[in-house]
């Protein structure tokens, strides 16, 4: 069974700061990997996907994430942190034999001023 | 235009009543799915939904049921609603393993 985890309900970072936001998961096949932004009161947005091609995944609005097969990780990053970057972020693994999604319980981003 | 659209956006009803959601994609996919999200904002997958088959959570009441009278839309029935049931519902529609594209979301209140 596939299964994500996110490590931190919520992160603060300052204004122009490095975001991190993990993401972990566990698959029993090859992996498709995403991650959505979702703005208050709004429905979920992809920033990015990783399909089995490039291992750095570019993304929306300067965020990037590296799948790394060893270490099950697909971390988002983006180097500055700006204030209108603050929503919950959600990564979400599929398996490629017709599994559906999974969402891991997501990450609340604070942007400090 | 918008890709996935939802009806109502708000929906605030009496323990005891029955009520729909609608959903519609003009994307052409071929899967339309329902999901759950908590006051905690866990998302929870309720049913997945492509012209062949329909997969249900098992840990969903069978007071839920999904019903697609086309392909472009997957609408949302609850019968006897109750306090527990109070959530943002979210449509989505994906095609094969692309990603999905969510819909605007209804936020149910049960009084």
């Known amino acids: 069974a596939q299964s994500v985890t996110q490590l931190g309900s919520h992160v603060s970072v300052s204004e122009g700061a490095l975001v991190l936001l993990r993401c972990n998961y566990s698959?029993?096949?090859?992996?498709?990997l995403f991650w959505y932004v979702q703005y208050p009161n709004q429905g979920l947005q992809l920033l990015l996907k990783?399909?089995?091609?490039?291992?750095l995944v570019k993304g929306i609005n300067g965020f990037e994430a590296e799948f790394k097969k060893s270490e099950t990780s697909f971390h988002l990053t983006k180097p500055s942190a700006h204030m209108s970057d603050a929503a919950e972020y959600f990564c979400?693994?599929?398996?490629?034999?017709?599994?559906?999604?999974?969402f891991g319980p997501g990450t609340r981003l604070s942007v400090l001023p | 235009d918008t890709a996935v659209s939802q009806t109502p956006k708000y929906l605030v009803t009496q323990m005891g009543n029955d009520k729909s959601i609608k959903c519609e994609q003009n994307?052409?996919?071929?899967?339309m799915y329902w999901y759950k999200q908590d006051s905690k904002k866990f998302l929870k997958i309720m049913f997945s939904?492509?012209?062949?088959?329909?997969?249900i959570n098992e840990t969903v009441p069978n007071r839920f049921s999904p019903k697609s009278p086309d392909k472009a839309h997957l609408n949302l029935h609850i019968n006897s609603l109750e306090l527990g049931d109070s959530a943002v519902y979210f449509c989505?529609?994906?095609?094969?393993?692309?990603?999905?594209?969510f819909g605007p979301g209804t936020r149910l209140t049960v009084l």
């Open positions: 989505a529609s994906s095609l094969t393993v692309n990603e999905q594209f």
């Open positions: 698959s029993s096949v090859p992996p498709y």
């Open positions: 990783y399909t089995s091609a490039a291992t």
């Open positions: 979400a693994v599929k398996g490629n034999y017709g599994q559906n999604f999974v």
């Open positions: 994307l052409g996919h071929d899967t």
């Open positions: 939904y492509n012209n062949k088959e329909l997969i």
